[in-house]
């Protein structure tokens, strides 16, 4: 090939060609999944979050299939025979079985979870000790972000349990803790009341406040547990706003709310 008179090497034009190509393949594929894939359109057989969950999986497979012909491709252009690299892949299927086991069990582990439906992007979800928000479902790793924002990314293989706070009605739950000194049937009785009157003020809360009555006898106070089912993934803002209405209604009755003190002795 001539440029302005001079000879260019195939070996030269052609690797930018088909990394140019490359690029904008992987570019087009990934524009008409994310079209195809629409959380905004009606799915039938889909929720938005599967939806979602479709779609990174399905721009995953995207990019490495076209950079594995893009790869191929370079060899050819540099002389490899790649017909035979094609009919040897069982061969070579076997070895990078045996170097790559780790990422095969990540692969394998992420398609169960997403036909198993273990959770979508969007869910809120607890694994091992960290919790936080799913953002990412790749073919490799997951990953979650937590509510003061760091990002965990977990190796699909290394996900045996977890907790999904999205799949159902969560559980609120709170506990009021009063003095020994307080009357235990008023304290019921503000506590009913309490219950009965915020529900309008908890928009996420799908059922009524329950007092199930003293959960402990502490050393400095008689604690009560109250629960009430709210939305999915919603138990932590419903139990926010629980606790400052009872506390709000115990202040307004003169209930008193133990803490800790220290006293100290001033000995002359």
């Not at 990078?96 to 198993?116: P, R, W, Y």
Request: net charge positive; glycine share 6%; proline share 2%.
């Amino acid at each position: 090939m001539k440029i302005f008179g001079l000879t260019i090497a195939k070996e030269i034009y052609m690797p930018i060609i088909i990394i140019i190509i490359a690029v904008v393949m992987e570019k087009f594929l990934k524009l008409v999944i994310k079209k195809t894939f629409n959380p905004e359109k009606k799915h039938n057989r889909f929720s938005s979050k599967k939806i979602n969950t479709i779609r990174s999986i399905l721009c995953n497979l995207a990019k490495y299939f076209v950079w594995a012909i893009a790869i191929l491709w370079l060899l050819s252009v540099f002389g490899v025979n790649t017909a035979a690299i094609i009919t040897g892949l069982g061969v070579i299927s076997l070895v990078i079985g045996l170097a790559f086991q780790d990422i095969l069990k990540d692969v394998l582990v992420g398609v169960s979870i997403f036909f198993e439906n273990w959770f979508s992007i969007g869910d809120l979800v607890k694994i091992g000790q960290f919790e936080g928000t799913v953002i990412s479902l790749g073919l490799k790793t997951t990953r979650i972000q937590a509510f003061t924002g760091e990002i965990k990314m977990i190796s699909n293989r290394n996900i045996s349990e977890v907790i999904n706070y999205s799949m159902d009605k969560t559980l609120a739950i709170v506990d009021i803790a009063v003095s020994y000194e307080s009357k235990i049937d008023k304290v019921e009785k503000i506590l009913m009341l309490t219950a009965a009157t915020i529900k309008d003020k908890i928009p996420s809360l799908v059922g009524e406040i329950e007092l199930l009555g003293i959960q402990e006898l502490s050393d400095s106070a008689v604690i009560f547990r109250l629960v009430g089912k709210c939305k999915p993934a919603k138990h932590y803002e419903v139990q926010r706003q629980m606790k400052k209405e009872f506390k709000n209604a115990l202040d307004k009755n003169g209930i008193k709310i133990p803490y800790p003190q220290i006293e100290v002795h001033n000995e002359k």
